[in-house]
């Protein structure tokens, strides 16, 4: 087996992230990189939300996986159809942090999906860590998420849907950390601090990081 060093291909930067992260994401390209066997790689574009919370110190960005989706759907009842296609979202929000405890906590992607928000991106890149599921992995939950979203106002029974990837990006979205919880800056949604798996390992980095 080789082992490659966890550099950005394109600047050389070395990639900083902590010990359970499967993506990595280079703040000077703007890019996130998932690194597989034998040196191989994927990589994706990032961006990063835009929040006007003037305290920046206790801003973290959060990543999440961003989709550009197409949808197909169709169903019997015709009232039913209408009603899906005005609420179904085009664009779908998926953690890429460890998370439990959505029945308890709440789910961040699943709230920024039903807002559809129209997010203001950074002019420059941003440190971000926690990535720890893979975009193949996150979107396995995306017909899960799309159908709960579109169920929130009408009942999906009978309702069939196929969907086209048609953009994937990884995306920063600004919290703020309050230490109990973490608000998120753009939807305002709140957080327990103990439902987020890395969230310690992730304070303590840019703790060092904000020393150096």
């Known amino acids: 087996m080789r082992i490659v060093p966890c550099q950005c291909p394109d600047c050389g930067r070395d990639l900083t992230g902590l ?3 499967r993506v990595f994401v280079c703040s000077t390209c703007a890019l996130a990189l998932h690194f597989l066997h034998e040196g191989d790689m994927l990589r994706y574009p990032v961006r990063f939300a835009k929040t006007l919370e003037k305290n920046r110190e206790s801003i973290m960005y959060m990543p999440f996986w961003m989709y ?6 169709s169903c019997k009842d015709n ?6 296609l005005r609420t179904a979202p085009q664009t779908v929000y998926l953690n890429a942090f460890k998370m439990h405890g959505f029945s308890l906590y709440g789910n961040p992607g699943l709230s920024l999906t039903a807002l559809q ?3 203001i991106w950074e002019d420059n890149p941003q440190f971000m860590a926690g990535c720890r599921r893979t975009e193949a992995s996150a979107k396995n939950s995306l017909s899960h998420v799309i159908l ?8 999906v029974t009978g309702l069939d849907m196929s969907l086209e990837i048609e953009e994937t990006t990884l995306i920063g979205v600004p919290f703020l950390d309050q230490q109990d ?12 601090s103990l439902a987020f798996d890395d969230l310690a390992l992730y304070r303590s980095l840019r703790r060092r990081l904000n020393r150096r």
């Open 181 to 192: 919880k973490l608000r998120d800056a753009v939807t305002g949604g709140e957080y327990l």
């Open 68 to 73: 550009r989706v197409k949808l197909d759907l």
């Open 79 to 84: 009232r039913k159809l209408k009603n899906a």
């Open 19 to 21: 010990d359970n992260d």
């Open 148 to 155: 709960a979203v579109i169920d929130r106002h009408e009942d």
């Open 117 to 119: 928000p129209t997010l």
